[in-house]
């Protein structure tokens, strides 16, 4: 398979906007507002990836994600490791990762069903360029004024925990069964790994990059560790087409990709180690 450019799904969420992003089209005012946009691989490929954008206008539920062997155990493929790279935020804009404070599941429970679990998680300002790694397990919630991309494990897996009274579905009993109710401290610690090319995460389920440096590049990846390119600006071309904002592109194969000397570039790969010879000039 050669490098392809994924199929985008537009989903309607009540915390969205209409107002979007360079590279997508903004949702007509008499529509619903769009939260996310997913972009797909093809049906015959297991991806075990999945990016996404996402834009609020508030708060999203307060919310949990199993491990694999708790989501299997649900007859689910996997479980569900994240991490969001900002591109803008409003001035008081957050997101909540961990608890201010460890606290028994019992204790959880009944914040989430008296509505203290808001004051109970811990609201960390963000700005442009904050990453977060938000491992399996990890209480959190994405706050109002946000753009950001999300690369995640590839489920549909997702148990609210508090939801600011919408009226939609909380799934208690299995997201206080799989939650580490403790304060949030970062697994990875990100660094320069080579000229243009910044490590962001690192596992435990998938390696995020950054590249920043323009030139031509072969892209030669491993069968089990197939890459997903997502450019935040007009990078160049991959296979000589254009490569650019609002895409995503998933690369199994070799592949040639030629990054303008303005390049800013995402890298994702399943794994849990960084990868030091992806790029062969």
Same mark, same amino acid.
């Given at each position: 398979?050669?490098?392809?450019?994924?199929?985008?799904?537009?989903?309607?969420?009540?915390?969205? *906007?209409?107002?979007?992003?360079?590279?997508?089209?903004? #949702? +007509?005012?008499? /529509? @619903?507002? $769009?939260?996310?946009?997913?972009? =797909?691989?093809?049906?015959?490929?297991?991806?075990?990836?999945?990016?996404?954008?996402?834009?609020?206008?508030?708060?999203?539920?307060?919310?949990?994600?199993?491990?694999?062997?708790?989501?299997?155990?649900?007859?689910?493929? *996997?479980?569900?490791?994240?991490?969001?790279?900002?591109? #803008? +935020?409003?001035? /008081? @804009?957050? $997101?909540?990762?961990?608890?201010? =404070?460890?606290?028994?599941?019992?204790?959880?429970?009944?914040?989430?069903?008296?509505?203290?679990?808001?004051?109970?998680?811990?609201?960390?300002?963000?700005?442009?360029?904050?990453?977060?790694?938000?491992?399996?397990?990890?209480?959190?919630?994405?706050?109002?004024?946000?753009?950001?991309?999300?690369?995640?494990?590839?489920?549909?897996?997702?148990?609210?925990?508090?939801?600011?009274?919408?009226?939609?579905?909380?799934?208690?009993?299995?997201?206080?069964?799989?939650?580490?109710?403790?304060?949030?401290?970062?697994?990875?610690?990100?660094?320069?790994?080579?000229?243009?090319?910044?490590?962001?995460?690192?596992?435990?389920?998938?390696?995020?990059?950054?590249?920043?440096?323009?030139?031509?590049?072969?892209?030669?990846?491993?069968?089990?560790?197939?890459?997903?390119?997502?450019?935040?600006?007009?990078?160049?071309?991959?296979?000589?087409?254009?490569?650019?904002?609002?895409?995503?592109?998933?690369?199994?194969?070799?592949?040639?990709?030629?990054?303008?000397?303005?390049?800013?570039?995402?890298?994702?790969?399943?794994?849990?180690?960084?990868?030091?010879?992806?790029?062969?000039?």
């Amino acid at each position: 398979m050669p490098a392809i450019r994924l199929a985008t799904k537009r989903v309607e969420k009540p915390w969205g *906007r209409h107002r979007l992003w360079p590279g997508f089209a903004d #949702a +007509a005012p008499d /529509t @619903a507002a $769009i939260g996310e946009v997913w972009f =797909e691989a093809p049906a015959d490929v297991d991806a075990v990836l999945l990016v996404k954008y996402l834009f609020t206008s508030e708060k999203l539920s307060i919310q949990v994600h199993p491990d694999d062997a708790e989501a299997r155990a649900r007859g689910y493929p *996997r479980g569900k490791d994240e991490a969001w790279v900002v591109l #803008a +935020a409003d001035p /008081t @804009a957050s $997101i909540a990762i961990g608890l201010r =404070e460890t606290v028994t599941k019992e204790a959880l429970r009944a914040a989430a069903l008296d509505g203290s679990i808001e004051q109970q998680v811990d609201w960390k300002a963000v700005r442009a360029g904050d990453v977060y790694y938000s491992p399996a397990g990890t209480v959190h919630a994405i706050g109002a004024g946000l753009t950001l991309i999300e690369v995640q494990q590839n489920v549909d897996l997702t148990y609210r925990l508090y939801d600011y009274g919408r009226g939609r579905e909380l799934h208690l009993d299995d997201g206080i069964a799989v939650s580490n109710p403790v304060p949030y401290v970062s697994p990875y610690v990100a660094r320069d790994v080579a000229p243009g090319r910044s490590l962001l995460a690192e596992g435990p389920a998938f390696v995020l990059e950054r590249w920043t440096r323009g030139g031509e590049y072969r892209l030669a990846p491993a069968p089990d560790r197939p890459l997903w390119l997502v450019p935040i600006a007009d990078s160049g071309t991959i296979d000589g087409t254009p490569f650019g904002a609002g895409g995503v592109w998933m690369v199994a194969q070799d592949a040639h990709l030629a990054l303008a000397g303005d390049a800013d570039l995402l890298v994702a790969y399943p794994g849990h180690e960084w990868i030091a010879d992806l790029e062969r000039c």
